[in-house]
Structures are given as C-alpha cells and as structure tokens.
C-alpha cells in the first residue's frame, strides 16, 4: 500500500482511541495521532540514524532517529513497530517502549505533525538495507556527539527529534 493511502489512529490527549482518519488529512489538519519512534542502539551504545528520503511528505532529507510511523488503525503500537522497522530499514529486533510524549510542530509542505508519540528502544548490531522509498542514508552516532550536532546544526534534524533525544537519553540511564 502506498504510504500515503494509509489511515491513522485519532486520540485525545491521554492517547484514547476517538476515530480513525486518513493520513494526508490528519497531517494537514492538524489533528491529533497516535504515532510512534524507534531508537535502535548497537552495543556500543551508538544510536542508528535515519535520513529520510527528500520526497517524503515531510522532513524530507533530515536526519532523524532509526524508524518513526504511525499504527495502522486495530494494530497495537508494537506490532506496527515491528512491521515497519522491518519496512523501513530492512531488520527487526526486539523493543521495548521507554516513554512517550505529545508534541506538536507546522512542518514544511503546509502539513503539521501533532502525535502522542511512543518511544521504543531496541537493541541491534547489524546494519540496516534501507528502503529507497523511505530512507535515503543512516549512520550510527555516538550519543554525545548527537546532542552536540543537534545544537550546532539543528536545521539538519527532524523536529520531533530534537524534542526527544535529551529526554530519550535521560531515560536510558
Ligand atoms: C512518528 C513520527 C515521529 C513522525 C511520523 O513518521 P513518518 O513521517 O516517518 O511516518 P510514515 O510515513 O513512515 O508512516
Ligand atoms: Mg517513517
Ligand atoms: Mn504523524
């Protein structure tokens, strides 16, 4: 199915199911989702990062952390995670939710991003195969050095990115 085509879980603020709607119209209209964001790290503790393709819908071309989507309406959170982590960059592995957290952000393409966004955590050593229509590149990063280039170059890196990744090593430890 074409990315696009799909539907998204409509919820209120403490994440309870209140509809369905279409993608493309959740994100134009601001209304908000549930979603979800994958942080996989390697043993030595490097996160893996995702480049997003230049012609996604939005922050096309940015680089953000490993997998991020949206439950497919019925499908639980870890299961989608599953599924397009797979999609995405070419592996599984098994995760684990560590927080979540609402945010909301106008985006480039006149479309706005308004989630209760799922932190999972996995861990993996292998490289991912990226899906072309999705990624663009990945790299795995020391975790201090993120935190540095987020501050010094910003503009490179997704929103929602730069909303978590404080929190999300906080709550590693
Ligand atoms: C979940 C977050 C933080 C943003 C949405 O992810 P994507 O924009 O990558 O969603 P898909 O196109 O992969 O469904
Ligand atoms: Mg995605
Ligand atoms: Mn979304």
């Known amino acids: 199915m074409n990315a696009l085509e799909e539907q998204v879980i409509l919820v209120d603020v403490c994440d309870r199911k209140i509809g369905i709607a279409e ?3 959740a994100h134009r209209d601001g209304l908000l989702h549930r979603a979800f964001s994958i942080f996989v790290l390697n043993s030595q503790g490097q996160l893996l990062l995702q480049k ?3 012609h996604k819908y939005h922050s ?3 680089w953000t952390n490993t997998c991020c989507s949206h439950p497919r309406p019925d499908e639980l959170v ?3 995670a599953h599924r397009r982590l797979q999609e995405e960059m070419g592996f599984d592995c098994e995760l684990q939710e560590l927080f979540s957290f ?4 106008k985006l480039d393409n006149e479309l706005t991003e308004y989630e209760f966004d799922h932190v999972l955590v996995g861990y ?3 490289n991912p195969l990226l899906n072309p229509e999705e990624a663009e590149d990945w790299q795995w990063i020391d975790l201090k050095t993120l935190q540095v280039d987020i501050q010094q170059h910003p503009q490179n890196y997704t929103y929602w990115l730069r909303d978590c990744c404080d929190r999300f090593i906080a709550e590693l430890r």
Not at 102 to 105: D, S
């Open 23 to 25: 993608k493309l119209q």
């Open 102 to 105: 609402v945010y909301q952000a």
């Open 52 to 54: 997003r393709a230049a």
């Open 124 to 126: 993996c050593d292998r």
């Open 60 to 62: 096309g071309g940015l």
């Open 78 to 80: 870890l299961d989608a």
